[in-house]
């Protein structure tokens, strides 16, 4: 994408004299609150064990220095794939996963729903109040409708207010990149995480995948004697720098071979063009089973997990029930709009630490406590 063929702004802005319009769209987002706020939201491990654990921030960090390389190896547009990274997880609830599943349950015994990336889109055009003459950070085209496409597609029947985002067509490669490389990030760095832990048992990941095993004993046979976590990072770099290499090349071959020789050939592709090659799918699935079985749903992890969305549950069933519970500028809102619906804005956009002091403040106690 050409930030010149832009489909432009919801409100027209003069351009800016040194960035250009994907440029100044990344800068919007680095300087939005809920950008900050992902600092204090889980990525999969919670501080109480380490300092050293990917947060959401630093995992969004991880998936934009992937994405910028692989953007700049197959000539795509730097700008707009570094803003559709650091974007990508914009949306995401307090406790991951399992925060959004809890509140898409919650939503739906409303007859609703909640899904990190409409939550995203929320945020950029209603809820972040920057501008003296509109509401949102006014992004591009591009940049919304990655913000939708970037890891799943819509249909305009089941989604009417997403019409607009040329639902029927795909999203530009810079779009299509963002889930690969989120999974690749996150997949290599939950394993480094997990080993940090303590919960990795090396000998298990090795035997259930087989391709990290391989890379592993090539650096052992090549570094006898050296520190096994040096082994161990440096197998996990070679495992994330191949499938990052996948993925380049595996995009690269299928564009030449649909002959799209513009964004819009990319549109109108039949599916999506960007992804990898079988053998990498595969090899990304394995380290993808050996977290789920393994990892995931560690004691450890779900223990902190169950608690903690306990809570959530708790405030959104105490905040639904009771009018003038909420901030003023909620309660305001409530005044207009489904209660329920504000209920899971406002729980949406907390950090954990103040969903779990919010918590505190109504049911005291100490069941939710995270020691820092
Ligand atoms: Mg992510």
Not at 97 to 120: T, V, Y
Not at 200 to 223: G, I, M, N, P, W
Not at 312 to 328: D, H, K, Q, T, V
Request: aromatic share 10%; hydrophobic share 40%.
């Amino acid at each position: 994408m050409r930030a010149e063929e832009s489909r432009g702004r919801r409100y027209p802005e003069p351009p800016h004299p040194y960035r250009s319009a994907y440029a100044r769209d990344r800068d919007r987002i680095i300087h939005s609150r809920a950008f900050r706020r992902l600092e204090a939201k889980t990525q999969v491990f919670t501080t109480r064990y380490s300092d050293h654990f990917r947060n959401r921030l630093t995992h969004t960090l991880e998936v934009a220095q992937i994405a910028r390389t692989v953007a700049s190896a197959l000539g795509l547009n730097t700008e707009l794939a570094e803003a559709l990274a650091l974007v990508h997880d914009i949306g995401h609830p307090p406790f991951g996963h399992a925060g959004e599943r809890k509140l898409d349950e919650l939503m739906r015994a409303q007859g609703g729903s909640f899904n990190h990336n409409l939550h995203a889109l929320r945020i950029v055009e209603q809820f972040e109040q920057r501008y003296l003459d509109f509401l949102g950070l006014n992004l591009t085209f591009e940049v919304r409708e990655g913000i939708i496409k970037h890891s799943r597609d819509y249909s305009a029947a089941q989604f009417p207010q997403l019409a607009e985002y040329l639902l029927d067509l795909r999203p530009p490669l810079e779009a299509q990149l963002i889930d690969w490389v989120d999974e690749i990030a996150y997949n290599t760095a939950d394993i480094d995480d997990a080993l940090e832990a303590g919960l990795l048992d090396l000998a298990v990941l090795r035997k259930e995948v087989s391709f990290f095993d391989e890379v592993y004993a090539q650096v052992d046979s090549t570094h006898r004697g050296a520190r096994a976590k040096l082994i161990f990072n440096e197998a996990l770099k070679r495992v994330l720098d191949a499938l990052a290499t996948d993925l380049i090349e595996t995009t690269g071959q299928r564009v030449l071979s649909w002959g799209a020789s513009s964004a819009d050939g990319i549109r109108r592709a039949p599916k999506r063009l960007a992804g990898f090659s079988d053998a990498a799918a595969a090899q990304n699935r394995e380290l993808k089973r050996f977290l789920f079985a393994n990892i995931y749903n560690h004691p450890a992890i779900t223990e902190d997990r169950d608690r903690s969305v306990k809570c959530l549950e708790e405030l959104f069933i105490y905040y639904s029930g009771r009018p003038g519970s909420m901030p003023a500028s909620y309660e305001e809102l409530a005044l207009r709009e489904v209660r329920h619906v504000v209920v899971c804005d406002y729980i949406a956009g907390m950090t954990d630490q103040f969903l779990l002091r919010r918590h505190h403040d109504q049911f005291g106690g100490t069941i939710c406590e995270q020691s820092a």
